[in-house]
């Protein structure tokens, strides 16, 4: 069975005392025991996080480098996430792929760093609207996991998080309908069986992303693909997020 995760990413947003105040919130130990939740504020504020962090969630962090030290200005190193609480990063969000010029290569680079170092990571895909549009969606998001994802093997893909996030539906209001998630976490799951066989298939966790909220959870979460959700925005409130996870 593939462990269920409700991650919380939270972008470019809020500052220090805004962050510690969600934070409280979050610091209830009411979780299901058999959900994982990850946290994941900016970079800048996981030490003064981790410091008043009670064990209620994971954090992780939004990006890292593909290295392991050095003259990388701007860069923060999986060794140094480590030294203040991070267990986990994400890999391929679109908006790094889109804004940040992050490659297929880059990903893949950024995948064998983790598994080198034995550090968790969710893996995204999605396709643009357009792709969706032509009814392309599937090879897609398929050529996205072949390009840096599926050179793993059996054991390294083991337990690893993959998060379908349709670009289309980020931030915008507008989410993958249960039938439209399903299909693709489904084919996902597929592919993974082709590649690794059923035991590897069934425990990977694949999350869906793109305006989850409070509401509309517990629907597109049931489905029997779908093993949690990569949350932006509603992850930005207490109330929301907590529902969100209290939505299993
Ligand atoms: P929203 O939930 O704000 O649509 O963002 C989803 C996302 O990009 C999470 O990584």
Same mark, same amino acid.
């Given at each position: ?33 058999? =959900?994982? =939740?990850?946290?994941?504020? !900016?970079?800048?504020? #996981? ?11 994971? #954090?992780? =962090? ?14 923060? /190193? ?17 908006? %790094? %792929?889109?804004?940040?010029?992050? /490659? ?6 950024? =995948? ?6 034995? +550090? ?8 643009? #609207?357009?792709? %969706? ?15 840096? #994802? +599926? ?10 998080? @993959?998060?379908?996030? !349709? ?20 084919? @996902? ?45 509603? /992850? ?13």
């Amino acid at each position: 069975m593939a462990q269920k995760i409700v991650a919380g990413n939270w972008k470019m947003n809020l500052d220090l005392e805004q962050s510690l105040q969600l934070i409280e919130g979050l610091n209830t130990k009411e979780f299901k025991n058999d =959900v994982r =939740v990850i946290v994941f504020p !900016p970079s800048l504020f #996981l030490q003064p996080i981790s410091a008043v962090c009670d064990g209620s969630f994971e #954090l992780g =962090v939004q990006n890292f480098s593909e290295n392991e030290k050095g003259a990388f200005t701007g860069e923060i /190193s999986i060794n140094q996430i480590e030294s203040v609480g991070g267990t986990v990063g994400l890999i391929g969000h679109s908006e %790094r %792929r889109a804004y940040n010029g992050e /490659s297929n290569e880059l990903l893949k680079a950024k =995948v064998n760093h983790c598994i080198e170092n034995n +550090f968790d990571f969710i893996f995204c895909c999605g396709e643009p #609207l357009s792709v %969706r549009e032509a009814g392309n969606e599937l090879s897609f998001v398929k050529k996205q996991l072949e390009a840096s #994802l +599926f050179h793993l093997t059996a054991d390294q893909i083991a337990g690893g998080v @993959i998060a379908y996030e !349709p670009v289309w539906a980020i931030g915008t209001g507008k989410t993958a309908s249960v039938a439209q998630a399903e299909d693709m976490h489904m084919n @996902i799951r597929s592919w993974l069986n082709e590649k690794y066989g059923a035991q590897v298939s069934n425990n990977v966790s694949i999350l869906y992303g793109g305006s989850c909220n409070a509401s509309n959870a517990k629907e597109l979460l049931s489905c029997p693909n779908v093993d949690g959700g990569l949350i932006g925005g509603a /992850s930005l409130k207490v109330d929301d997020f907590n529902a969100i996870i209290h939505s299993y």
